[in-house]
């Protein structure tokens, strides 16, 4: 009988205090972690502007290679997109007469613009994917034989961007919140 009464009066479980201590932990942990994770998400999604203007690069030297000029090939999708990803249409843009076709959705506006005489491109893209209002602008450019840039389709600052690398198009683009 007194075994038993011993083992009525143990305690098990946590006590308020403790709880409540571990909700502070829990909480402080959520804190750090939910901006750092929004802004991995953002470098993710710009990073696919990169990985789609390398892409368009290497297809524009194809077609150069083929036909001795670059290709033009007008804003897809037409408007910039906002925060959420929207399809990419190229049937019957320039971009299909290029190859160029994204799987599924794209957070970009990506376009291309050849010099008059056809001996050099800029491909560029533009997003507002934190959905802040500040549009971020990305390119390639490959000047032409006299060396000269030619202006983006979508809006990239050829000024600011250096020739024959893909990013940037000015200091501020790329450089949103995140």
């Known amino acids: 009988m007194e075994l038993q009464a011993r083992r009525g009066h143990g305690r098990s479980g946590f006590t308020l205090l403790e709880v409540m201590i571990a909700v502070a932990i829990v ?3 959520a804190a750090i972690a939910i901006p750092l994770l929004s802004s991995y998400q953002l470098r993710s999604k710009s990073a696919e502007a990169k990985t789609n203007l390398s892409a368009i690069r290497v297809l524009e030297e194809g077609f150069y290679s083929e036909n001795q000029t670059y290709r033009s090939a007008n804003a ?3 408007a910039i997109p906002g925060s959420v ?4 249409d190229g049937v019957g843009s320039d971009f299909n007469s ?3 076709a994204p799987e599924g ?3 970009f506006s990506y376009g ?5 005489d056809g001996s050099g491109f800029t491909a560029d893209a533009a997003a507002d994917i934190d959905g802040d209002g500040f549009v971020q602008y990305w390119g390639y450019a490959n000047p032409n034989t006299g060396g000269a840039l030619v202006a983006g389709k979508v809006g ?3 000024a600011g961007i250096q020739p024959e690398a893909v990013g940037p198009c000015t200091p501020s683009s790329g450089q949103s919140v995140f």
């Open 27 to 29: 909480g402080v942990l």
């Open 76 to 78: 897809e999708p037409a």
């Open 85 to 88: 990803a929207v399809a990419f």
């Open 98 to 100: 290029l190859g160029f």
């Open 105 to 107: 959705y794209v957070y």
């Open 112 to 116: 291309v613009a050849v010099s008059d």
């Open 156 to 158: 990239c600052d050829v």
